[in-house]
């Protein structure tokens, strides 16, 4: 069974950084997509970023592209979200996710992901 806790979320101000962690308990090598996925108030959940674990690819929302990094420790089993000039269109809950496959869904605007952390909160004042 896949697991995801989320931490590393705050308040910052605008231009600041945070770094999300997701730990990841369970067999998630190979064929899985690990994303990080948002919703902010009054918004439907959006895709931020995405790792294939087969390959390394990496995938990006237009929104976060030059300032978010996704990256995944494997050592660890922990998969990070880097947030750099972070602007407050960027608060929202955020949220880890898992799927055995590949990142299809995340690049067609899907978000249907198998597996699911909790989330954790990231507020950006300006």
């Known amino acids: 069974q896949v697991q995801l806790v989320e931490s590393g979320g705050g308040s910052v101000q605008a231009g600041g950084s945070l770094r999300l962690s997701c730990a990841v308990s369970?067999?998630?090598?190979?064929?899985?997509?690990m994303g990080w996925f948002r919703q902010g108030p009054g918004k439907e959940r959006e895709g931020v970023a995405a790792?294939?674990?087969?390959?390394?690819?990496?995938y990006y929302a237009d929104s976060v592209k030059g300032r978010f990094t996704i990256s995944r420790n494997n050592a660890e089993n922990t998969l990070y979200l880097q947030m750099n000039n972070l602007k407050p269109e960027d608060t929202a809950m955020y949220y880890c996710?898992?799927?055995?496959?590949?990142?299809?869904?995340?690049?067609?605007?899907?978000?249907?992901?198998?597996?699911w952390g909790r989330g954790t909160q990231v507020t950006v004042s300006s």
């Open positions: 369970g067999y998630t090598y190979g064929n899985y997509c």
């Open positions: 790792l294939y674990l087969v390959d390394g690819s990496t």
């Open positions: 996710a898992a799927i055995r496959d590949n990142c299809y869904r995340f690049v067609t605007g899907r978000t249907d992901f198998t597996h």
